[in-house]
DNA sequence: TAGATTGTTAATCGATTAACAATC
DNA sequence: TAGATTGTTAATCGATTAACAATC
């Protein structure tokens, strides 16, 4: 009957981490050993109060009234509930456009995360390197995740190949999925499926001009 | 004073789209003319209830009681409301590691999105091409957007950069932004900041992760 | 017909925001 | 001190879900 984490950090709180974490840190840089979350909140366009309610839920030590808070003590409470301090290794599923170029993205380790190697069906692909990275025949997924303790996987196939690989992944131990294939994926309770589907996002960029300019041009 | 369109539609929903349309693509695909709203939801994960007002809010002919809607209907409703049928174009700013791999990616075609060039500071690269696309130098950014009637702006470059290209894509007629810097823009009214912030999603994977794992590890 | 499915109204849930006393 | 900022409790808001009558 252990609770070690005092509060729970909603999905909405946690993603805008990475937020806070960016303005801190370049408040940090001007030189500002103390902010304050009104200040946070207009720079980022938030309500200061969620500002101070997030900041509350990281952090255990209070801010000062009217000063506010100590920037260093932020962002390392920050950092330490985001886990970018301990590394995470990652395999990634499918070599394709895509693949290549998050195997090639050199932003990740910045934030934890290294794909350690690459796996395709493709025999043409298997056996070569992409940007320093092994690219390895499927039938290799689960020994090298089991022998490299491995829980984050990578999917960059298509649609129509992610659920099967999606298994193939959880069946080697993998914990958190990465999915960048436009579907849906199905996975037994305690597997963490994050979309990354540009497809959902377009959606939003389109309607939003078929908004601005569609009545003009009907018209 | 005139409304033509019926139903708002709320950011969530519209996010939901992409993935019914792929569902209901299979589904026509193996031969479903007619398709139910407790298929979809169970197929995806969601509640029966909320894919029928979902259908219901971008299709103008009703569901049948007993049987269901039909395929083909819904998926040209969901097509018209992202507007994949109308391409739009668009110019990305930042031909780095992360805006070189969006270049060479070859799935936005399928969404109505096309990348017509990109641009750069750097000397080094503007007047190449990367896959087939020229790099234009950021003064010739006004002009190509004014000409080429341009209004989606896609931001591959680092955080430090990422305001100030904002500012030059919005000063240059861009209404809708496609955000890959994990910062947070200030625009001005009635123009869209879509950001993709690989950052905020490697927040949710490590707190799983560390969620799962941690309590092992420290006992 | 019986029952699965539809559309809609009402209840629930969770997150955001407003209000306010406490404090340095 | 005066006033900006903090933390917290209560109100609001919006989305999701439950309940249910209508229908083929």
Redesign the pocket.
């Known amino acids: 009957m252990e609770k070690h984490i005092p509060v729970s950090i909603?999905?909405?709180?946690l993603q805008r981490m990475p937020y806070y974490l960016q303005a801190l840190r370049a408040a940090r840089d001007s030189g500002a050993e103390i902010i304050?979350?009104?200040t946070v909140a207009a720079q980022l366009g938030?309500?200061?109060?969620?500002v101070?309610?997030d900041?509350?839920s990281v952090s255990d030590t209070?801010?000062?009234?009217?000063?506010?808070?100590q920037t260093s003590e932020l962002i390392s409470a920050i950092e330490r509930t985001l886990g970018y301090d301990n590394s995470n290794d990652a395999v990634l599923v499918g070599a394709g456009s895509l693949g290549r170029a998050l195997l090639s993205y050199r932003g990740f380790e910045a934030y934890g995360l290294s794909i350690v190697t690459a796996f395709d069906v493709d025999p043409n692909l298997t056996g070569g390197e992409i940007s320093g990275k092994q690219v390895l025949p499927m039938n290799k997924l689960e020994s090298i995740c089991r022998n490299m303790n491995i829980h984050i996987g990578i999917i960059t196939v298509p649609a129509s190949q992610a659920q099967s690989v999606c298994d193939a992944l959880v069946g080697s131990g993998v914990l958190a999925i990465w999915n960048f294939a436009p579907v849906h994926l199905n996975t037994p309770d305690g597997i963490l499926v994050q979309n990354e589907n540009m497809a959902a996002s377009l959606a939003l960029l389109s309607k939003h001009l078929s908004e601005r300019l569609g009545s003009k041009l009907n018209d």
Chains 1, 2 share one sequence.
Do not use: D, H, W, Y
């Open positions: 909603s999905k909405q709180a304050s979350a009104p938030l309500n200061e109060v969620q101070r309610k900041f509350a209070a801010g000062k009234p009217k000063t506010g808070f």
